[in-house]
């Protein structure tokens, strides 16, 4: 079968981290008895016209049995890129975390919103755009510090922790253009930890403690050197994987890696991510990972 893969990265330039996750998963579909062929989006134009199409590189894009998309969307040509998904879709082509899906994970402002439409936990949230309107935000979420995030930011690129009002109203201003960014709730008690599950379908297929290697630091993302090890999910607090499973549900999403604080008050969600990393996942559980992607890309052909 020829499997696609859609990344909006250029493969000349692929930064050694997405090259890990390509080579996983093109293996993965070898070993499968398949080819993965991977599109970058700029290689694709599209035609809009009696008949939906995509080319690549001037020629129609055809015999694609199914396409995942490595969402990896920045603001970068983001209306390009959400159509170009979508053109996939209209075509007729099974994607693997369609473009509705993806536009609810990409961001975090939506992202949270959808969440909590859908009762899922998540720290106290709010979003501001302009210093003047702080005080109720802070009252609510309590003392410093707290956390800031900018809408968009992944990696642990994106996000900080702010000691004070001061120094929160000084960041907000440095922002000026009325971007607006996240406010939320700092959960001490899970600080330079948390929990990513990975679900692929109706499935948690692995799960993961991250921790922070760094002195003082309280992201755990797995690119800013932060450890991981196999999370056993049913000696947890009751309920995670469920809340993995809804969360990612509630987002629309068939493939996702949720990111879990485990806090004084039960398991919540801080993000879900849309295009989740391999290469740490892996390594923690030495479970087939990109195996069970290509077989679930696999599942979604129509016989
Ligand atoms: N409210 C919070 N309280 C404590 N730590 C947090 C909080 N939000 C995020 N973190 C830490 O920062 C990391 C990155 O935050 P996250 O929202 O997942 O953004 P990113 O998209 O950059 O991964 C998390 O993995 C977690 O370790
Ligand atoms: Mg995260």
Redesign the pocket.
């Known amino acids: 079968m020829n499997l696609h893969m859609l990344v909006f990265t250029r493969l000349e330039t692929q930064s050694a981290t997405t090259k890990v996750a390509h080579d996983l998963l093109t293996a993965a579909a070898v070993a499968e008895g398949h080819e993965l062929t991977i599109i970058s989006d700029f290689d694709c134009q599209m035609h809009f016209g009696n008949e939906t199409s995509v080319f690549i590189r001037n020629t129609p894009a055809k015999d694609i049995n199914v396409l995942f998309v490595r969402a990896n969307l920045s603001g970068a040509k983001l209306q390009f890129r959400r159509t170009l998904i979508k053109q996939f879709e209209l075509m007729g082509i099974p994607v693997v975390n369609r473009e509705e899906a993806v536009m609810n994970a990409k961001n975090?402002l939506r992202n949270l919103q959808v969440l909590t439409e859908h009762n899922i936990p998540i720290?106290k949230t709010y979003v501001v755009s302009h210093a003047g309107y702080l005080d109720d935000a802070l009252k609510d979420i309590g003392r410093f510090p707290i956390?800031l995030?900018t809408p968009s930011?992944?990696?642990?690129?994106?996000?900080a922790i702010i000691e004070s009002k001061r120094g929160l109203k000084s960041v907000i201003e440095m922002f000026d253009n009325g971007e607006p960014i996240v406010l939320?709730?700092?959960?001490k008690e899970?600080?330079?930890?948390?929990i990513r599950v990975f679900v692929v379908g109706d499935r948690v297929i692995g799960a993961m403690k991250?921790e922070t290697t760094r002195r003082g630091e309280?992201?755990?993302?797995f690119h800013l050197g932060g450890k991981v090890s196999v999370a056993d999910l049913t000696k947890g607090p009751k309920g995670e994987k469920q809340l993995a499973l809804n969360a990612t549900r509630a987002c629309g999403l068939d493939i996702a890696g949720v990111?879990i604080?485990r806090t004084q008050d039960g398991p919540k969600v801080?993000?879900v991510?849309a295009n989740p990393g391999l290469e740490g996942i892996t390594q923690a559980t030495g479970k087939n990972i990109a195996g069970e992607i290509i077989r679930f890309m696999v599942s979604k052909v129509p016989a």
């Not at 899970?190 to 948390?194: N, Q, R, V």
């Not at 309280?218 to 993302?221: A, K, L, P, V």
């Open positions: 975090k720290p956390i995030k930011g992944s990696q642990g690129k994106g996000v939320q709730q700092y959960v899970s600080s330079g930890k948390d991250r309280f992201r755990s993302n990111d604080l801080i993000e991510n």
